[in-house]
T-cell receptor, first 109, second 115 residues
Framework: KQEVTQIPAALSVPEGENLVLNCSFT??????LQWFRQDPGKGLTSLLL?????REQTSGRLNASLDKSSGRSTLYIAASQPGDSATYLC????????FGAGTRLAVHP | GAGVSQTPSNKVTEKGKYVELRCDPI?????LYWYRQSLGQGPEFLIY????????DSGLPNDRFFAVRPEGSVSTLKIQRTERGDSAVYLC?????????????FGPGTRLTVL
């Protein structure tokens, strides 16, 4: 049974810092690994999807890496801004998504 | 439509009542997923459809939960004899196929409160 863990559970940083959010999964037989952002009381917004054959994906200030053999993914956020404050969720996919509990990020000015 | 829509946005009901939650996927998406999210947790898979058929319903917690997608587009999640523990945000998502390689796009969710 796939289990996904995210560390840290919460993070508070000053504006401008570079951040690393961690995600680990127990079953490496995945199709892809997805990162989402969730604002309070809202649905999920897809940030990055890394196919199982890929090592990383980049979008703007975001970079996600995937190491299937070790069951790990990281989301790197460069030059954080207050608008990045949200909960970040990773999900391992084999058709259905198995989510971690998320990392709650607060970026203060 | 432009995105996945869900109705109602909020539903308050009494213990023991029957509720229906509706999901309109992105036009043309053949795969549709239902998830449930409790406060402070990540979403939990319930069921997914490929076209009209349920391809995987292993996440439905018990036989009080049922979902349909009769024409391969709109889906309805049905909960009978609601219990207080059913209170959660119910999220719907859709994607181009169920091969697992495509991004799932989520709706805003329906917040269900069972009193």
């Amino acid at each position: 049974k796939q289990e996904v863990t995210q560390i840290p559970a919460a993070l508070s940083v000053p504006e401008g810092e570079n951040l690393v959010l961690n995600c680990s999964f127990t079953d490496s037989a995945i199709y892809n690994l997805q990162w989402f952002r969730q604002d309070p009381g809202k649905g999920l917004t897809s940030l990055l999807l890394i196919q199982s054959s890929q090592r990383e994906q980049t979008s703007g200030r975001l970079n996600a890496s995937l190491d299937k053999s070790s069951g790990r993914s990281t989301l790197y956020i460069a030059a954080s801004q207050p608008g990045d404050s949200a909960t970040y969720l990773c999900a391992a996919s084999r058709n259905k998504l198995i989510f971690g509990a998320g990392t709650r990020l607060a970026v203060h000015p | 439509g432009a995105g996945v829509s869900q109705t109602p946005s909020n539903k308050v009901t009494e213990k023991g009542k029957y509720v229906e939650l509706r999901c309109d996927p992105i036009s043309g998406h053949t795969a549709l997923y239902w998830y449930r999210q409790s406060l402070g947790q990540g979403p939990e898979f319930l069921i997914y459809f490929q076209g009209t058929g349920a391809a995987d319903d292993s996440g439905l917690p018990n036989d009080r939960f049922f979902a349909v997608r009769p024409e391969g587009s709109v889906s309805t999640l049905k909960i009978q004899r609601t219990e207080r523990g059913d209170s959660a945000v119910y999220l719907c998502a859709s994607s181009w196929d169920s091969g697992g390689t495509d991004t799932q796009y989520f709706g805003p969710g329906t917040r269900l409160t069972v009193l």
